[in-house]
């Protein structure tokens, strides 16, 4: 089962009730089979952008990010569900990414073109093109000149 | 008499003799003994190695963290800065447009400009002077 990240915007409303819609939320995942890591709440916040949501236009919402074990197959199946869910606003989900171990290649960026290896590699396939500037068609007549009217 | 030494030490004795009572002395005394011979070091005016600030700081560009990515943000226009003006290397870069695509998507930030509460946040690069010339 891969891990997912499922950022879930929830409409304003009191206490009691988001506690009701977080464990409907919960028990979906269970449902299907999954677990759940770990739950994020990043606060109730103004949205940079207003949404329209079952009809109702939102402007606040509450933030929440769910980190959730599941099979594969079950991410559409809730993701379904939580669009029938008239408390999510908006939804999210994404593949949880590790942190990349990469080295940082700017040094070799940062070197004129010549020395770049994507330029060298660019100048490697051009080379097996036709140039087009200097390309002249050949009539292939075995005649010096040209025998029709041009 | 000193010629005489001299001369014993360069002709007489063998090259592997001489070789060996070196490897007897310190390194320090190495030094001081072959005076005249070149000493092995690496070259001592290479520049360091430079690397952009997210891999300076081992920092993994997150959709969550909304308030770094903002700083790569234009605060008039919204957009996303590009490789030449922000210094970033290409995977970092790549994988800062691709966060702040998610954030903008999620809703945790805006697409046309940037959240005035972070416009006064320490600026990383400076937009007028850009790594290379503008495309426009």
Redesign the interface.
């Known amino acids: 089962m891969p891990t997912y990240e499922l950022?879930l915007?929830l409409r304003a409303m009191p206490k009691p009730e988001l506690k009701t819609t977080l464990t409907r939320i919960s028990h979906a995942i269970f449902d299907r089979g999954g677990i759940i890591r770990n739950i994020?709440n990043?606060g109730f916040r103004p949205?940079?952008?207003k949404?329209t949501a079952h009809g109702l236009v939102h402007k606040e919402?509450n933030?929440f990010?769910f980190k959730i074990d599941t099979p594969t197959k079950a991410v559409a199946d809730l993701k379904e569900e939580y669009r029938r869910d008239v408390d999510v606003v908006?939804q999210?989900v994404?593949l949880a990414?590790e942190?990349?171990k990469?080295?940082?290649?700017?040094?070799e960026?940062?070197l004129p073109p010549a020395y770049r290896e994507d330029v060298q590699k660019m100048i490697d396939v051009g080379k097996t093109q036709v140039n087009r500037f200097t390309y002249k068609f050949k009539y292939n007549s075995g005649l010096d000149y040209y025998p029709f009217q041009k | 008499m000193s010629l005489i030494k001299t001369v014993l030490t360069r002709y007489v004795l063998p090259t592997s003799y001489r070789a060996t009572a070196a490897r007897f002395s310190s390194t320090d005394a190495k030094i001081t003994t072959s005076n005249d011979e070149p000493v092995e070091m690496d070259n001592p005016y290479k520049k360091e190695?430079?690397?952009?600030i997210l891999?300076?700081l081992n920092i993994?560009p997150?959709?969550?963290n909304y308030r770094l990515l903002s700083q790569f943000q234009s605060p008039y226009t919204g957009r996303i800065y590009g490789r030449h003006i922000t210094?970033?290397?290409?995977?970092?870069q790549e994988?800062v447009e691709n966060e702040i695509r998610?954030a903008?998507?999620?809703?945790?930030?805006?697409?046309y400009y940037k959240?005035k509460v972070f416009l006064k946040d320490p600026k990383l690069f400076d937009p007028e002077n850009p790594?290379r010339a503008h495309r426009f």
Do not use: I, W
Not at chain 2, 87 to 92: A, I, P, Q, T, Y
Not at chain 2, 104 to 111: K, L, S
């Open positions: 950022a915007m994020e990043l949205m940079p952008y949404t919402a933030y990010v908006r999210r994404f990414q942190p990349s990469n080295d940082c290649t700017l040094e960026e940062l | 190695r430079r690397q952009c891999c300076k993994t997150d959709y969550k210094g970033l290397c290409k995977s970092k994988l998610k903008q998507n999620c809703a945790y930030m805006p697409y959240d790594v």
